[in-house]
């Protein structure tokens, strides 16, 4: 028994919080980002005894996620057999990449395929995004990395009940994480105050597709919401003084600026100097998870 995934981690610009009916899968938020070729890849394997949830890489904040998740295919399958888990994540955790969605999506399709549940990626989809809703740990990153690429959500809710539209660019991201940030407490204290801003965006979005604008909306939202700290602004000055866009990652403090491929080394050199930041440099990932 083994069954293995990989779910892109993905960056949120903007966005706006509706509950497209009743059920955990119908909520959600419309808006925007992208995905990268950086993420998450899980293992399920069959273990000697009891259950066991090991990640490498990048530390994992805590595993409320996963756990969720593990219970719910035990309510499905009438019993989990001994299992481990290995979560293998390339990406800082906590810095708006979308990692606990990355986890959760890559976990239950793994799960699916081990245990030959038969729900497939939709179905798997739909059980990660309600564990995400349920803990409180995102809204949009798994119906946005299941599809992949450079998206428009225009719907909110799990992969079947939410919509997405693709928008092109050939893009390069470098993103810069200076540090994290709690999602659950950003979802408790600022989501009334950026709701309506996030649906005019999208609204505006919709109709031009454009990267740049995209970036532009991103920072402006990020301000609106009060989350542009004394160090993001040093980041962002030094981009826009070099010529270069940039937007925020919700939520994290994380600057990201999309760069045509082959200059992304020109805005890393832009950069102030960051001791304790980490940069990553990544093509826009539009397989989604797989």
Known sequence: MKGEAFCPAHVTG??????????????????????????????????????????????????????????????????????????????????????????????????????????GPEGAGRIAHEAEVRCRTGLGDVLAAYHGGFELRTAPGAPGVGAVEKMETDATAVIVCLAPVSTRRFIDEKMDTVNGLGGRMAEKLAGSGDPEEFQDMSLEFARHAGVVTRRMDDVIGALVGAGYGCGVALFGETVFALVPRGKDHLVREALPDLPQAAVITSRIDGRGAR
Do not use: C, N, W
């Open 14 to 119: 903007f966005f706006k919080v509706e509950k497209g009916g009743p059920g955990l899968a119908a909520q959600g938020t419309i808006g925007a980002g992208f995905s990268i070729e950086d993420g998450v890849k899980s293992t399920v394997q069959e273990a000697q005894g009891g259950r066991a949830i090991t990640t490498r890489g990048h530390p994992a904040d805590d595993t409320r996620v996963s756990e969720h998740i593990l219970e719910r295919f035990d309510e499905l399958t009438g019993g989990l057999p001994p299992l481990e888990v290995i979560h293998d994540i390339g990406i800082p955790v906590g810095y708006g990449l979308g990692a606990s969605g990355a986890v959760a999506l890559s976990l239950s399709m793994a799960l699916d395929r081990a245990l030959d549940t038969g729900l």
